[in-house]
């Protein structure tokens, strides 16, 4: 109890005094959980299941006004420090959204989460329903933490065919056809790559890949495992002088330091022609199919597995990016809130309708029996491949800022920045990492 | 002319001397009371918790272990901390020395009574009705390589890489700063300016006294204070640069826009350090004192004495 309090009185006064040294900055403290002590407050991410999640939740309110849900929605990198603050103060959504790995286990380290394991086994219904191995994301030490609440979520290598066909090129295969495009693209005035550099984590989907198609999964399960010197891994090093290379080549777009992936101008490169591909995750479909209907509906993207490298150890049919979201259960919320959200997951997520509006909004639902829904869909090109592509990796690595602990995560990416920018040697990288390992 | 002046002089000291003395007593000392309670619970009481917290390690959830001076050496030895150091001091210097001036001009320009001078006033003003991070906003979308100005009017020039070059992100930062605070700064001089006696200037101009000349004599030396106050809310100011940085660059592209707030933030809320970000904010608040007392010394140790005896 006094821990608690100590914890607590000592978010207030960080969040105080940052606030006083940053007089100008606006931010508001976290919203408070118990306006009614009965409805459960849900905090989720803009963007593409925005409506998915409002319409789910505005019907679950309607049959349900006695157990109601409140939700908010917050653009995906300031959720992630805004989350993490008001769960820190106790403060935070009884659903807390999430992506599993290495934020979830710091949660649960803090006790700051429900045990949903008795829950799926009373409700073995609700556990029937997920692809297992996605499930299975949620678990840490043998229990269940996290269900999963939206849609896979492998990372997809896009491409603009309108553009592909003016210079009469074909999707590339293996990373030597994709470094021969570029002075191709180069010389017909098209970037060969856009990239949202400023966010950071779309930089990381390239290393997570080449690491992965170098040296197999292996290498980064070292990483996650806080072996000593794992970073120094020659995957590592081949993979981010790939990287290096293919920035001195001219690989990526003017200015692609200054692009935010949350405004989707990432995505606006590709459809727009100024960009010939993107790296991304199967979520900026969702974005494409809103914001560039026609683009998406004639036939003019194309999708490809990342590329295979020459003499790399991992399986080209390896996938990496996030296997879906989930929901955990504020451990701070009163009974009632818990039990509010706990029955919406099992009445309310992935009924028909849910299920329904995940896949016309061009998403992939993480449930089972859903292949002919997705052939009945415009957008079953798209789906069954990513479907396919989910089910059948051997191996689904999730996204490393995840999977790792939140001061190493920074680190990696702040640290990947710099070599984008070609101000730290691959070496250099592994060193400072290694600095951070156990962190 | 002199005599007549001294003359005055000593009779309006003479004149003032009761009402001077009530004013060095000062008015009762409980009229500070309220102002100060709220100081020491939202400022004092956090600064002690911070100052706390520098010596422990937290990651914002768990629990908060004493840790000696482990986060200072980490905050200490860390590149990073230098170069948001480097970063925050030539942002600082940039913006006054950007700043200043235009402000003033403008300031002196916009404070003589003409109409057309008072519509342009109320034009430079309107940057500072908007919000920090609708200015961020709206600079990003203009200044962007592919989709912005440049591009969409077709100017070549314009089509820098405005945001992701790092030589040319400082002065990009600086100029939006600039844009935004300078007519705030405008309106602390014209002010100023307006409370100059006209009485000043018409014996200048009875002398002889050319427009340059009445502005280094008397305008420029009647506006010592106003000048020490807004060159200390630009320089303190400064240090508080976030909003606009965060949503413009983020503190990239790598290190070259991290202002030194904005490495505490991000150290505190992205890398989960809450040890190291509150050594940070101390560092911050040194900082932030040692600037607003040296520049208040500059107004010398009179500071309360007229500067319009014998107007």
């Known amino acids: ?439 | 002319m002199s005599t007549t002046t001294a003359a005055t002089r000593e009779q309006t000291s003479r004149r003032e001397q009761p009402s001077r003395r009530t004013l060095e007593k000062g008015p009762s000392g409980w009229l500070a009371v309220p102002a100060l309670a709220f100081f020491t619970l939202f400022a004092i009481l956090p600064l002690l918790g911070v100052l706390f917290l520098s010596f422990t390690r937290w990651d914002g959830l768990g629990e908060i272990k004493l840790d000696g001076l482990s986060s200072w050496q980490t905050v200490l030895t860390d590149p990073v901390t230098g170069n948001a150091l480097l970063v925050t001091a030539k942002i600082m210097f940039f913006s006054f020395v950007v700043q200043a001036p235009i402000s003033l001009l403008l300031g002196v320009f916009t404070a003589a009574s003409q109409k057309y001078r008072a519509a342009l006033a109320v034009l430079y003003f309107v940057p500072l009705l908007l919000s920090s991070a609708a200015v961020a906003i709206a600079f990003k979308a203009l200044l962007d390589p592919n989709f912005g100005l440049g591009p969409g009017l077709g100017l070549p020039f314009l089509a820098q890489d405005w945001l992701g070059n790092s030589d040319l992100v400082l002065f990009v930062v600086v100029f939006v700063i600039a844009w935004q605070f300078v007519p705030f700064h405008t309106l602390i001089y014209q002010g100023g300016v307006r409370q100059i006696p006209t009485s000043l200037y018409e014996a200048a101009q009875i002398d002889g006294a050319g427009r340059v000349q009445q502005f280094f004599n008397i305008t420029l030396p009647q506006l010592k204070y106003t000048i020490i106050t807004s060159s200390t809310l630009m320089v303190v100011g400064s240090l508080a640069y976030f909003d606009l940085v965060f949503v413009l660059t983020a503190g990239g592209p790598g290190y070259s826009t991290r202002l030194l707030p904005l490495h505490m933030y991000l150290t505190g809320f992205k890398a989960n350090d809450m040890g190291a970000a509150s050594a940070l904010g101390v560092i911050l608040v040194v900082i932030g004192l040692a600037l607003a007392l040296f520049l208040q010394r500059l107004g010398g140790k009179n500071r309360n004495a007229s500067q319009l005896e014998g107007a």
């Open chain 1, 1 to 439: 109890m006094n821990n608690l309090k100590l914890r607590t009185a000592g978010m207030a006064v960080s969040a105080a005094v940052l606030s006083i040294s940053l007089a100008a900055c606006g931010s508001s403290g976290p919203a408070g959980t118990g306006a009614s002590a009965g409805s459960a407050t849900m905090w989720g991410l803009t963007g593409g299941d925005q409506p998915v999640f409002q319409a789910s939740v505005d019907s679950w309110n309607k049959s349900h006004p006695d157990s109601s849900i409140k939700l908010d929605f917050f653009a995906n990198d300031a959720y992630k420090t805004k989350v993490r603050t008001a769960v820190g103060a106790g403060q935070g959504p009884t659903l807390v959204y999430g992506w599993g790995g290495g934020v979830l286990k710091s949660y649960v380290d803090a006790g700051q989460v429900d045990d949903l394991t008795g829950f799926l086994k009373e409700n073995p219904d609700v556990q029937s329903r997920y692809l297992p191995s996605i499930l299975e994301s949620g678990v840490i030490d043998g229990k269940t933490y996290a269900l999963p609440n939206n849609k896979v979520q492998p990372v997809v290598l896009y491409y603009n065919k309108e553009v592909f066909d003016k210079i009469g090129a074909e999707a590339p295969k293996t990373w030597d056809d994709l470094m021969a495009l570029v002075p191709k693209f180069k010389a017909a005035g098209v970037a060969p790559f856009s990239l949202g550099g400023q966010s950071k984590w779309p930089d990381l989907m390239w290393l997570e890949y080449l690491v992965d198609r170098i040296g197999g999964p292996e290498v980064f399960a070292k990483i996650a495992a806080n072996k000593p010197d794992a970073w120094s891994d020659p995957a590592v090093i081949e993979a981010l002088t790939k990287i290096q290379e293919l920035v001195d080549a001219g690989g990526f777009i003017n200015g692609f330091s200054s692009i935010a992936a949350d405004s989707n101008a990432d995505q606006a490169l590709l459809y727009t022609g100024k960009a010939a591909m993107i790296l991304q995750g199967s979520w900026i479909y969702q974005g494409m199919k809103k914001d560039a209907a026609d683009f998406v509906k004639s036939g003019k993207l194309g999708y490809t597995p990342f590329p295979t490298i020459d003499g790399g150890k991992g399986n080209p049919a390896n996938v990496v990016g996030n296997p879906s979201n989930f929901w955990s259960v504020s451990s701070k919320a009163t009974e009632e809130q818990k039990k509010t959200a706990l029955s919406y997951v099992k009445d309310g997520m992935f009924n028909d309708d849910n299920v329904k509006a995940l896949i016309d909004s061009g998403a992939v639902p993480v449930v089972t029996g859903i292949e002919d829904k997705l052939a009945a869909s415009p957008d079953k090109d798209f789906l069954t491949y990513v479907y396919g592509m989910a089910k059948d990796a051997p191996d689904f690595t999730l996204s490393w800022d995840q999977a790792l602990s939140p001061a190493q995560g920074d680190a990696m990416l702040a640290n990947l920045d710099q070599i984008f920018l070609k101000k730290i040697t691959p070496e250099q990288f592994a060193s400072a990492m290694n600095a951070t390992i156990g962190k």
